[in-house]
């Protein structure tokens, strides 16, 4: 039975300061994941927040009274089932800062949003002015009590997909991130090949064995490692390809597989490219 396991517990108070709830955690039940996806809204706070805070949302007029008046290019969530949760961590004096939610899961007594902030190096470009960093995301509505704990950004995962250029329908980009303790969809993958942390996701139940997969990676990838490669030519004649980008420790490793089987690619690589396509085809029918 796996259980909330909590240190160093912050709340961020909605417009208040910063206070310590340590005491208030409870473990009663059995951990799941919560479904959960990204938010991004066409305009900008009213007023940006002086220290760190989050923003829970639960209607339209909620919304207008936070954020400017704009036009939205597609729907709002339906707050009939749904909420949207922002986590701001106030002004900093320059750019390069980030805040980021890393997971959310839930017991029967409350709901822990583990989230983690970026610095900008010391060497780093930056913009001279100051900055407010926010994360929003919608999930579904709960009477149970929020609480945060900042963890260390998530560095090690897997992107797995397949995809057809001369295409048209749901299944010509499916793409979905493996981590540790969660799968994430990117569900509007329209322009690939992309950078997928800027693409829309959406965050699942589904809790995958990253471990096992890890272990089926054969050694023709593991010997590129930091390294983009393609074998043959993926979608030169819309047959498609096949994709993985693996970080190991923050070193990312992207492969470029034609559907095809071109005589660059060796049987076990063949092979893997299967338990690529299984892996996706799989996630799916969890999504």
């Given at each position: ?20 709830i ?18 991004v ?12 805070i ?36 106030g002004?900093?004096?320059?750019g ?33 002015a ?34 057809y ?35 829309n ?31 043959g ?49 799989e ?5």
């Amino acid at each position: 039975m796996k259980r909330f396991i909590l240190a160093a517990l912050v709340a961020l108070s909605f417009y208040s300061c910063t206070d310590s709830i340590g005491d208030d955690v409870q473990n009663c039940g059995d951990v799941k994941n919560v479904a959960y996806e990204n938010f991004v809204y066409c305009t900008q706070l009213k007023e940006n927040p002086t220290k760190p805070i989050y923003l829970l949302i639960n209607s339209n007029e909620d919304l207008q009274k936070q954020f400017a008046p704009c036009d939205p290019s597609g729907p709002l969530p339906d707050f009939t089932q749904k909420r949207v949760l922002g986590l701001l961590s106030g002004p900093k004096a320059t750019g390069g800062y980030n805040i980021k939610i890393q997971s959310v899961i839930e017991d029967d007594c409350q709901i822990l949003v583990q989230y983690s902030e970026r610095e900008p190096g010391q060497n780093e470009n930056v913009t001279m002015a100051t900055t407010y960093p926010a994360d929003y995301i919608v999930l579904p509505k709960s009477d149970k009590p929020v609480l945060f704990s900042k963890v260390s950004a998530a560095i090690d995962y897997a992107i797995v997909g397949t995809y057809y250029g001369e295409c048209t329908g749901a299944d010509c980009y499916q793409f979905f991130k493996i981590e540790n303790h969660k799968v994430t969809k990117y569900p509007t993958v329209t322009n690939f090949p992309v950078e997928f942390n800027q693409t829309n996701y959406k965050a699942l139940i589904f809790r995958d064995d990253f471990a096992s997969f890890l272990s089926k990676i054969p050694t023709d990838i593991k010997n590129i490692k930091g390294q983009t490669k393609t074998f043959g030519s993926p979608d030169a004649h819309d047959q498609g390809g096949v994709y993985l980008e693996w970080s190991q420790g923050g070193v990312v490793t992207k492969v470029y597989l034609d559907n095809d089987n071109t005589t660059d690619q060796t049987a076990d690589l063949i092979a893997f490219k299967k338990v690529i396509r299984d892996k996706v085809a799989e996630l799916k029918t969890k999504s």
